[in-house]
């Protein structure tokens, strides 16, 4: 559990300097340039990312859980990673009314995600790491929102056809990822 806790602490950590130092951030960017800055970004979530990987493994291996898991939470579930899986496709399939509206769809995404895990799960393990990064999503996303805020962005355009493919994108994700790479990735299957 303790790699899991510490892989948590490193990626989320390093994720979160916009959220709560942002000025020391902009510091170090100009101390260290934008490229040394990266790598050390990109190498500190790595290892972050490594450890949470690990650390959940390990801790599967021995699950207590906390709570039963009321039944039909697994098809909550589904419909969740659904809408998590279009609103990623939106941070990326460029011209769509979603990102247009919501400005910030892979931070909701993760949100999205993280409750879906939530609602279906039960052990203390995945309450660290569905629970972490749904705190982080909210605070990430609030940030986000006041950063809007304080210097509001310049309108998105979008069209249907983007807002179409988008839809397609992310339901295609999603069933590939339900019906194959969970599994074949994390070892459990969602749809059963």
Not at 95 to 118: F, Q, T
Request: proline content about 4%.
């Amino acid at each position: 559990m303790l790699e899991l806790i510490l892989g948590l602490v490193i990626f989320l950590g390093i994720h979160s300097l916009r959220i709560v130092a942002e000025g020391w951030r902009s510091a170090q960017i100009a101390r260290m340039g934008a490229q040394r800055w990266k790598l050390v970004y990109t190498l500190l979530s790595l290892l972050g990312f490594g450890l949470i990987v690990w650390g959940f493994g390990l801790a599967r291996q021995t699950p207590v859980a906390l709570w039963a898991v009321p039944k039909g939470m697994n098809h909550l579930a589904a419909l969740l990673t659904l809408l998590a899986f279009v609103l990623l496709a939106a941070a990326y399939v460029p011209g769509n009314a979603i990102k247009a509206k919501l400005r910030h769809p892979m931070i909701l995404s993760v949100k999205v995600w993280a409750l879906a895990h939530l609602v279906a799960n039960n052990t203390l393990a995945e309450l660290l790491l569905f629970g972490g990064f749904l705190v982080w999503a909210v605070l990430c996303f609030r940030a986000a929102r006041q950063r809007d805020r304080a210097q509001p962005p310049a309108a998105l355009n979008s069209t249907p056809i983007a807002t179409a493919l988008t839809v397609l994108i992310g339901a295609a994700a999603w069933a590939g990822f339900a019906f194959w790479a969970h599994a074949a990735w994390i070892g459990v299957r969602p749809m059963g």
